[in-house]
């Protein structure tokens, strides 16, 4: 945010008057009178409403009885768009939450006031949720947020806390007592559908999925993997992500690279420590040139390399992948591996059901070595390794082992 010290605050002024001599305050541009100009209760009704003025992002205090919805959603969203930021001053994914779980809120209450909407229409809201088709749990972190934003009103005196009061009261949608849709849980990946997806995949991306399955890395931390923050001091390597899920708790966050993944992360390993190991440009180039090795035509006709090639494209390469690059790399790879078959590619449900089913993304990663961490050594090492405060997080991403279970039930009789 901005230090008071470079904003030009509104001056402690004089005006004379028929047998007054008063002093006054603008402040976005309505003239506050503070009383005898000079006097001791006059300076301290100036630096009142300096501080309040400057606690209120240099807006004057509004009337909780006359503001509306998209009025608390402008100011929200300013906080939002300034509390949601990581150490080195990036926006964390949270401003893309809000605004998502803002828009039904805006787009049937934006002039409503405020202090008008209670516990039905929060329902009326969620209902339009439902209606969008958003799974049960989604929705219910949604209505979370607009609760989150009520709550922030009321600390900054836009609302009276009997608004948000009234709306903690509606409990969040529970499993198989609603119209929502339920979330099918994420499950590993089969080993049948990595393998046959690597065959067209370029090898950055590659290095990425096999370092995920033997370190459990969430996808974020995979693609902002730099030099520098691996320690190499030792036979098994430690690396500290420079921004990770937990972070703003103040916890840190370790992942430990064996010689497998040493062997992985070696090829990449570049001069510049500050550069990011997984570049996207270099991916292309592989791409461009496994392109080239498949050619039929010979060099002598059609075009040469690089002849084809537009000077100025819409698309661009960051220095490193984003999650989400990274995984619509993924389903591309997938779409090309798996072709429907003619009769299903048809049929548009059918069509989507296979996609479903023949398609992945990094995060079941995570699951498959959960799961493979667990069964081999327990749930504590599990936790250790994900880096989870809680063992039930845990047990969230690693699959029951059923083989295990039948064969102690087996036993009992």
């Avoid at 939002?80 to 787009?107: C, F, M, V, W």
């Avoid at 209450?109 to 958003?134: C, E, N």
């Avoid at 999650?323 to 049929?347: L, V």
């Amino acid at each position: 945010m901005t230090s008071n010290k470079s904003i030009k605050l509104p001056k402690y002024r004089q005006q004379k008057r028929k047998g007054q001599n008063l002093a006054f305050v603008e402040l976005n541009g309505h003239r506050h009178y503070l009383g005898p100009f000079g006097s001791r209760k006059s300076k301290q009704v100036y630096k009142r409403l300096l501080a309040e003025w400057l606690a209120n992002g240099m807006r004057l205090p509004v009337d909780p009885q006359e503001i509306t919805i998209v009025e608390v959603i402008a100011r929200f969203w300013e906080y939002a768009q300034q509390h949601y930021r990581r150490a080195d001053g990036t926006l964390t994914s949270e401003p893309n939450n809000i605004r998502q779980a803002l828009r039904p809120l805006k787009e049937l209450y934006g002039h409503t006031l405020a202090k008008d909407f209670g516990p039905l229409s929060l329902k009326a809201v969620r209902q339009r949720m439902i209606d969008k088709g958003w799974c049960r749990t989604n929705i219910n972190r949604m209505v979370n947020r607009i609760r989150l934003m009520f709550k922030w009103a009321v600390e900054n005196e836009l609302l009276n806390p009997s608004v948000y009061h009234g709306l903690q009261a509606v409990s969040g949608l529970k499993c198989g007592r609603s119209e929502a849709k339920e979330r099918k849980p994420i499950k590993p990946v089969p080993d049948e559908l990595i393998e046959r997806t690597r065959e067209k995949l370029t090898p950055t991306i590659i290095a990425m999925i096999e370092l995920q399955r033997l370190t459990g890395m969430r996808p974020g931390e995979v693609c902002l993997m730099r030099c520098r923050d691996i320690d190499m001091s030792g036979s098994v390597w430690i690396y500290n992500p420079r921004h990770h899920k937990t972070q703003h708790h103040g916890r840190d966050r370790q992942v430990y690279l064996g010689p497998r993944a040493q062997s992985i992360i070696l090829p990449f390993i570049q001069p510049r420590t500050d550069a990011y190991l997984f570049n996207p440009q270099r991916s292309e180039r592989e791409r461009r040139q496994k392109l080239h090795d498949q050619r039929k035509t010979p060099l002598g006709q059609g075009n040469r390399p690089g002849t084809n090639r537009k000077k100025h494209t819409k698309r661009s390469f960051r220095a490193c992948y984003s999650t989400t690059a990274y995984g619509r790399a993924i389903k591309y790879a997938c779409k090309q591996a798996f072709p429907a078959p003619e009769k299903i590619s048809k049929d548009p449900k059918g069509l989507k059901r296979w996609r479903q089913e023949h398609n992945w993304s990094p995060n079941q990663l995570r699951h498959n070595y959960a799961t493979s961490v667990r069964s081999k050594f327990g749930l504590d090492i599990a936790q250790l390794l994900l880096g989870h405060t809680k063992a039930d997080v845990t047990q969230v991403y690693a699959e029951v082992n059923k083989t295990r279970a039948i064969q102690i039930v087996r036993k009992i009789g």
